[in-house]
């Protein structure tokens, strides 16, 4: 077979182009720490590098997210135990208000410390992340959720928005809770009927907060009218249930100070003093409308304590209602506030566990990432040198070879 000289010299230079074009790319590899320098050097492995990309990018935003949704939370954790430090202080002032030795002047006291109790509450309602968002306004995030209400009690300028945050795959994590849900309302579950007294009530009659006597009864979530008739000799009373339909109202009894009054079959109150005809007490449940505001509770509680009752019989007897009344909502709110502050840690701990988990994940999806385009630095070294010898050795050679001619042999 004949190799001529173009032959010759063509297949020796696109072996050397060859040889320099490995080594180009075998320094590249080395420079940059990445073995898929193009798609064509291993398109099935940079299918795979451009998935696990993807799913890094995806574990990053995750990341983000959740440490985005526990600093909001952890915010709202730490407000919520202000408030119920506030709340705690505020119930042991209503407790000391119903010691029966105190005078209108030390009740007097008591109100203007609770006035102040009921600032510090409105300022962590309405208490903002330091960017302008308030944590209580829902959806209205620029707007202060609570302002007050020169009739008493406070106006929401919130909505009921809960702003959610996606932190996995499958996982959305509300990062806040409406004021709503938090200062205006209370559980069903958890927390007492209330009792209260009619306000044109002219006796000395005060009733006590209802006991659940059998927690199984239904209508022990139905509202209650307590009226008394007869005479101030001879008192009588009715109770009416104002939930059923149509109400019904039992036949008058007589009163005893000493008998409780049955709510249905699993309730029941107990009035003391001398109930004046025409005088009226409620037992209403927990999420009835009235009852649900602790700004509202505070308020009524501040206005009973303000009104003189020293000497006065009616009055007093209005104020140990009141005390009462007032005593239950706010416990109820407080209830409340607490079962918001357990679903707030618990959504932390959620979180916690996630970022964990995603940490996990991100890593192992980093590692799979360099495992398949990272670069095996001993070997990738060894075929660098192992092609640079290759290479010299062919050009050594090609110059050799290049000079030989067989008129050298011919003149011999």
Known sequence: ???????????????????????????????????????????????????????????????????????????????????TSTMQAITSEITRAGDGTLNDSDRASIAQALEGYRSQLMNL???????????????????????NNPAGGVNYQGDNGIRESQVADTRQIATNDSGSSVFLSVPATGTSPVAASGASNTGTGTISAPSITNPAVATNGDSYTITFGGTSAAPTYTVTDNTAVP?????????????????????QVQIKGAPAPGDTFTATPSTAPGNTSVFQTLDSIISALQQPAQNN???????????????????????????????????????????????????????????????????????????????????????????????QYLGS
């Open 247 to 267: 109400p019904t109202t039992t036949a008058a009894t007589a009163f005893s100070a000493n008998t409780p009054i049955s709510l249905g079959a699993g309730m």
């Open 1 to 83: 077979m004949r190799i001529s000289t173009s032959q010759f010299y063509n297949q020796n230079i696109q072996t050397m182009d060859n040889q320099e074009a490995q080594l180009g790319t075998y320094y590249q590899q080395l420079s940059s720490g990445t073995a898929l320098t193009t798609p064509a050097d291993n398109p099935l492995g940079a299918a795979q590098a451009v998935q696990l990309t993807m799913v890094s990018a995806t574990y990053t935003q995750y990341q983000t997210n959740q440490n985005s949704a526990l600093s909001s939370l952890q915010l709202e954790d730490k407000t919520l135990s202000s408030v």
């Open 313 to 407: 019989p009616t009055a007093t007897a209005s104020l140990e209602n009141a005390l009462t009344t007032g005593t239950t909502r706010f416990q109820n709110s407080l209830t409340n506030v607490t079962v918001v502050q357990a679903s707030v840690g618990g959504r932390e701990q959620e979180l916690q566990a996630l970022q964990t988990t995603t940490q996990t994940n991100s890593l192992q999806t980093q590692s799979d990432l360099s495992n398949l385009t990272g670069v095996d630095m001993v070997s990738a070294i060894s075929k660098f040198e192992e092609t640079q010898n290759a290479l010299q050795a062919a050009q050594q050679t090609f110059v050799k070879m290049q000079g030989m001619s067989l008129f």
């Open 125 to 147: 309602a309405n208490t903002s992340d330091g960017a302008g968002n308030y944590l209580f306004s829902g959806f209205q995030a620029t707007t202060p959720p609570f302002t």
